[in-house]
């Protein structure tokens, strides 16, 4: 199956920090990568979409100027937590669409739990 | 607008038997895809199994089967002869038409019973 890996898959930094986290595809190419944020026993809330090469497409509520992502190639998208507060501290994980497969079939990296003091 | 919903916060099931995930959905769009992911303790989301609103045949993947019932909107996860390891939370989700986004439903907990 399609992997996708993730890193830091664990960060805590000091309130003010920003924190950049990576997510890869590694055995295929992805054109369209997602990023998702999850509270303790609540579901995915997806936060945007990232596609290679042009502007992500945030959804509604959702800061772009705080949450900045970037989709530079095919295989990587970054998501940066710009001035960080305890609020952000969450659960992010990220997906990639296999754009071999005619499905939506999304493969999830390990997550990333973000820890803001 | 595209609704998933699990009305099964948490289910239990003895170790060796079978279980029913519950998954209903709507839309409006003739085309979707519809999918179970399962989320273990450590957080990564295992995609499980996947079905098209076009397939005719129920999908299955191993010890996976969705129960695909179209007229009555209904995505149910059939998992048989659980393991100690299927303990975690399952995930339906939906892929209606081009959007190419998922929308996911609240989860179910299952916890498997020695």
């Known amino acids: 199956g399609a992997v996708v890996s993730q890193h830091p898959s664990w960060v805590i930094c000091k309130s003010g920090t920003s924190v950049k986290i990576e997510c890869r595809s590694l055995?295929?190419?992805?054109?369209?990568m997602f990023w998702y944020r999850q509270f303790p026993k609540q579901s995915l809330m997806l936060m945007a979409t990232?596609?290679?090469?042009?502007?992500?497409?945030?959804e509604q509520g959702v800061e772009k100027d705080k949450f900045l992502i970037n989709h530079a190639s095919l295989t990587l998208s970054t998501l940066t937590v710009t001035s960080a507060h305890p609020e952000d501290s969450s659960f992010y994980i990220c997906?990639?669409?296999?754009?071999?497969?005619?499905?939506?079939?999304?493969?999830f990296g390990p997550g990333t739990r973000l820890t803001v003091l | 607008a595209q609704k998933i919903t699990q009305t099964q916060p948490g289910m239990f099931v003895q170790e060796k038997e079978a279980v029913t995930l519950d998954c209903t959905y709507d839309?409006?769009?003739?085309?979707?895809?519809l999918f179970w992911y399962k989320q273990p303790s450590s957080g990564e989301m295992i995609f499980l199994i996947y079905?098209?609103?076009?397939?005719?045949q129920n999908a299955t993947e191993g010890r996976y089967s969705l129960n695909f019932q179209k007229a009555r909107k209904s995505a149910n996860l059939v998992i048989s002869a659980s393991q100690l390891g299927d303990s975690a939370m399952y995930f339906c989700a939906m892929s209606p038409g081009s959007a190419r986004q998922l929308t996911f439903g609240s989860g179910t907990q299952l916890t498997v019973l020695p």
């Open positions: 055995d295929f190419q992805a054109t369209t």
């Open positions: 990232s596609n290679e090469g042009s502007k992500a497409t945030y």
């Open positions: 079905q098209g609103s076009y397939d005719q």
């Open positions: 997906s990639a669409r296999d754009s071999r497969l005619f499905t939506d079939t999304q493969y």
């Open positions: 839309t409006s769009d003739p085309s979707y895809g």
